[in-house]
């Protein structure tokens, strides 16, 4: 199983990224894809996850500048970003959960695959 993720980069305040994150078909059929993200000194936290259905899910911080989506047929996940702010810098992990209850679906323990990870800088 594997994840790839890509598509970080350096941009400034107010610009805006798309992350992809390419998934074996054999989990991305289906798996719940969800994006988290870890800036330095502080724990990895819930970005956006969205179902095979296409049913989406946000953290506050994300939600009216993220965009998650996906693409079936291509294995691959998005996350569009806009609006970047210098809060935003950390390295971006696409991660694959089965069968994981809405309760869970924030909860990194509740995905089983994980991608290396794509570094966003946003300068202010």
């Known amino acids: 199983v594997q994840l790839q993720a890509s598509g970080g980069g350096l941009v400034q305040a107010g610009g805006y990224l798309r992350l992809s994150c390419a998934a074996s078909?054999?989990?991305?059929?289906?798996?719940?894809m969800g994006w988290f993200r870890q800036s330095p000194g502080k724990e990895r936290e819930f970005v956006a996850a969205i179902r095979y259905s296409g049913h989406t899910y946000y953290a506050d911080s994300a939600k009216g500048r993220f965009t998650i989506s996906r693409d079936n047929a291509k294995n691959t996940v998005y996350l569009q970003m806009n609006s970047l702010k210098p809060e935003d810098t950390a390295v971006y992990y696409c991660?694959?959960?089965?069968?994981?209850?809405?309760?869970?679906?924030?909860?990194?323990?509740?995905?089983?695959?994980w991608g290396q990870g794509t570094l966003v800088t946003v300068s202010s």
């Open positions: 078909a054999r989990i991305f059929s289906s798996y719940t």
């Open positions: 991660a694959a959960a089965y069968g994981v209850i809405l309760s869970r679906i924030r909860i990194e323990e509740a995905y089983e695959y």
